[in-house]
């Protein structure tokens, strides 16, 4: 199935430091969502954004919509180790109460041994 | 306030049998939709339903199935498992179908 691509794949976080994701899609999208997933559990809501060029923060989780509708990127500014865990990114085409989330792969954040 | 709330959270089947998953949706909300997520990837669309109707339907084959009662809990079926089946089955819930999608812990469901 389609998914979109997300970078990085994987990274090591110290406790202090920023950290960026981002995400590609071939497609256009009127929404993209960012979800982290915790180990047994279902992915969480970050931060949702609806227009293009939107900037939106969710305290230290910024996030922006692309210019373009292709892309969005995530920032987290001075990690701290309840940070590590899965994030995605997820774009949607919503209209009509009709809506399906189409998903990148995921960035696993783990902490720096 | 409850979540969304999936059944089981684990599951062991063997080839060629049928399940059933179910979901029950934060109260209020209309829409349901399932997503499978197999180790290592994102979640992939399979069904989505408001209102009690098949609102949308994922790249997947016919042995997958799904319906949305009158109280808007919803059910998937899967009929003659295969190993690749194997995966963490998502549930979620919106108001209306395109927005606030909460999902829940999934059910864990392996073939054997």
């Known amino acids: 199935g389609q998914q979109l691509n997300q970078s990085p794949q994987s990274m090591f976080i110290q406790e202090g430091e920023d950290v960026s994701m981002n995400c590609t899609s071939s497609s256009i999208f009127n929404t993209w969502l960012w979800y982290k997933q915790d180990p047994g559990e279902g992915p969480v809501l970050l931060i949702a954004l609806y227009k293009a060029g939107e900037l939106t923060s969710n305290g230290r989780l910024t996030a922006q919509f692309g210019i373009t509708r292709k892309d969005s990127f995530l920032n987290i500014s001075a990690s701290i180790p309840s940070d590590v865990g899965i994030y995605f990114c997820a774009g949607m085409n919503y209209g009509g109460s009709q809506g399906n989330l189409i998903f990148g792969k995921g960035t696993k954040l783990s902490v720096k041994p | 306030d409850a979540g969304v709330t999936q059944s089981p959270t684990h599951l062991i089947k063997t080839r060629g049998q049928h399940v059933t998953l179910r979901c029950s949706p934060i109260?209020?909300?209309?829409?349901v939709s399932w997503y499978q997520q197999v180790l290592g990837q994102g979640p992939q669309f399979i069904f989505q339903y408001y209102e009690k109707e098949e609102r949308g339907r994922g790249n997947f084959p016919d042995r997958f199935s799904a319906r949305q009662f009158p109280n808007y809990s919803s059910e998937l079926n899967v009929n003659a498992l295969l190993l690749g089946d194997s995966a963490l089955y998502l549930c979620a819930s919106s108001p209306r179908g395109g927005d606030g999608y909460t999902f829940g812990s999934g059910t864990r469901l392996t073939v054997v």
């Open positions: 109260s209020g909300h209309k829409s």
